[in-house]
């Protein structure tokens, strides 16, 4: 599952603004081009800011003082990514709805979807199931990453692993508790 094309133009156009607002206020390196304006991305770059913003989120109030004239809509947006939930999760299984992010740290079960291509299509080639380290955003009715998935290539899940996060998945499954919203 992903967003609409326009939705999905429509998270870059609030996300990319908020992170050279950051760059330009909490930046190690004031001199960086604007996200916004840039047709190739650095992700590193990108990386350092968004997690700035994950680290403290009071930045996105200090944001939303200085574009008062944003609509509504897009302000209530970038405000519940006060929300968001970083961690290192484990990625179960892809679903036709989403897919299955199981955090490390408490075991907390969430459908997430792709912005413009599926975690499925992005991980292709990775064996499943696999550790990532993630921040999960809402995004109207639906949990989005912020697109900076960073996967753990290098650390094989091993069969009683991989076994304990599939009971992890079923008994969430079977308990309704899987988390579809921030």
């Known amino acids: 599952m992903v967003l609409s094309e326009k939705d999905g133009e429509l998270f870059y156009e ?3 603004p908020l992170l050279d607002y950051c760059n330009q206020n909490y930046g190690r390196k004031k001199n960086v081009k604007k996200m916004s304006e840039e047709k190739e991305l650095n992700p590193q ?3 350092a800011a968004a997690d700035m913003v994950w680290e403290n989120v009071s930045i996105i109030d200090e944001y939303l003082k200085c574009h008062k004239d944003m609509p509504d809509e897009h302000q209530k947006i970038i405000s519940g990514w006060k929300r968001c939930v970083t961690d290192h999760f484990i990625i179960e299984r892809y679903l036709k709805k989403g897919s299955v992010f199981i955090s490390m740290s408490n075991e907390n079960v969430y459908l997430v979807g792709g912005i413009i291509s ?3 299509e992005m991980f ?3 064996r499943m ?3 990532v380290e993630a921040t999960l955003l809402p995004f109207r009715d639906q ?3 912020d697109g900076l998935i960073v996967p753990y290539s290098n650390f ?3 069969g ?3 076994r304990d996060y599939k009971e992890i998945y079923m008994e969430a499954k079977l308990e309704k508790q899987i988390i579809k919203t921030l």
Do not use: F, Q
């Open 14 to 16: 609030l996300w990319l």
């Open 45 to 47: 770059e990108v990386k």
């Open 118 to 120: 599926s975690i499925e």
């Open 124 to 126: 292709y080639p990775y």
């Open 129 to 131: 199931p696999m550790i």
């Open 143 to 145: 949990i989005i990453t």
């Open 156 to 158: 094989l899940i091993g």
């Open 160 to 162: 009683n692993m991989a």
